[in-house]
């Protein structure tokens, strides 16, 4: 197992490009499912949970082609169940589910895993699928679904669901009729695959608002597409110059997925310039400490909650985080308590008071967003820090310690 050990007190300077979208990716490359012949995807990033998703289409019987770009090919789809074996590494499995049913009228998926966050039931999915006419079972740890053809309905999500309103935005392609999905989710990601859909013959109008319809279609044909730039990844590098102190230019990110982090760093005293086709981020001597609460899109995002938790253990004052998204999601605390924060959880919110100074220390990922914090306290922090358990990072950043280091970072992977 991998651990990465960092040397802090360096100020990040210089210039990175960031890569594409995890959460965009995965539904794109599963979208493939409902066509026959090529997809070509550009902009997929080099990432565990990406690997997982080209490993489970490859025992449906996809063909997957990887080179500069990834081309995926579901002409023969050969087998119809997702096994728990990679289910259980990565909850975005789960999508896989509407796409087969969808197309195939079956599937097979198990519960899905991933990180330990939160309850992020998938009840949710299965509620809106029956109401498209699905036979719903829960046998053995594994979804049992099938239908004859879907038929379009009204479907309100209780709650926002970004995987619940992309896997069934992609079922509801192929129904007979037409499809309403209140409350649906709004990230940058849905409109992301939204559009790949409709390049693909699908009629879908709303992406981006609460309330998507899609008027479902006979056939979709292969495409070309691209994954957009991963806001969290650029949200992470930006808070990451912020508390090193340092000057980063961001190239590759679209500032307009990342208005309120923007707001917010600007708020805490962090100097942030628009480029063409980028950032450029600033930190300043004193970090002013803000207020934060997670929200669905637009609001602020809870991947990048603990990384903010770390630039306000920085700050001057106190602030106030609360999390109002997923219910276990502090699990970065105590670690960030044994590198010198200070931080008391009171409820969904955690109070944290600035700190003159961070102090390396050994710790222990937990989930992955969690682990980009302790990365971010380890580069702030006085001494060495030494974070195990980094196979969650690598499920969503790509090459960290390269990046941080061309930046000047001290970090580097070792082999435990």
Not at 14 to 33: D, H, R, T, W, Y
Not at 296 to 319: C, H, N
Not at 387 to 403: A, C, F, N, P, T
């Amino acid at each position: 197992m991998d651990k990465i050990i960092i040397k802090g007190g360096k100020k990040l300077k210089g210039e990175i490009v960031i890569s594409g979208s995890k959460n965009a990716a995965l539904p794109i490359i599963v979208s493939s499912l409902l066509t026959e012949g090529w997809n070509t995807v550009y902009n997929v990033p080099d990432l565990m949970d990406v690997r997982t998703i080209k490993r489970l289409l490859v025992g449906l019987g996809v063909k997957v082609e990887e080179g500069e770009n990834l081309r995926i090919n579901a002409g023969s789809i050969t087998n119809c169940e997702a096994s728990y074996d990679l289910v259980k590494t990565m909850r975005a499995s789960i999508l896989v589910l509407g796409p087969l049913v969808a197309r195939m009228g079956r599937a097979r998926v198990s519960l899905p895993g991933g990180c330990a966050i939160g309850a992020r039931p998938v009840n949710l999915h299965l509620k809106a699928l029956q109401a498209l006419g699905a036979e719903i079972e829960l046998r053995d740890g594994y979804v049992e679904a099938k239908a004859s053809r879907l038929k379009g309905a009204k479907i309100y999500f209780d709650i926002s669901t970004v995987t619940g309103t992309e896997n069934i935005m992609m079922a509801a392609t192929l129904a007979k009729g037409t499809t309403v999905l209140g409350n649906a989710a709004r990230e940058p990601e849905i409109i992301n695959l939204s559009s790949v859909l409709n390049d693909m013959g699908a009629k879908i109008t709303g992406a981006g608002t609460d309330v998507i319809t899609i008027e479902g279609v006979e056939s979709l044909s292969p495409v070309e597409a691209r994954v957009i730039p991963d806001r969290v990844e650029a949200g992470t590098y930006m808070i990451a110059a912020g508390i090193t102190g340092g000057d980063v230019t961001i190239r590759g990110c679209d500032p307009r997925h990342l208005d309120v982090p923007i707001e917010k760093l600007k708020e805490a005293g962090v100097k942030i310039t628009p480029l063409e086709g980028g950032l450029r981020v600033k930190g300043s001597k004193g970090i002013r400490s803000v207020d934060i609460k997670t929200l669905p899109y637009p609001g602020f995002p809870t991947d990048l909650q603990a990384q903010m938790m770390v630039l306000m253990s920085a700050a001057e004052g106190i602030s106030v985080i609360t999390e109002s998204v997923f219910e276990n999601r502090f699990m970065h605390v105590n670690e960030l308590i044994r590198m010198g924060a200070d931080i008391v959880i009171e409820g969904n919110s955690a109070i944290v008071k600035g700190v003159k100074k961070l102090r390396g220390a050994p710790v222990m990922a937990t989930d992955l967003r969690a682990s980009a914090s302790l990365v971010l306290a380890g580069l702030a922090g006085e001494g060495k820090t030494e974070l195990s358990r980094v196979y969650h990072i690598d499920r969503g950043y790509e090459r960290i310690e390269e990046k941080l280091s061309s930046l000047g970072a001290d970090i580097r992977r070792v082999r435990e």
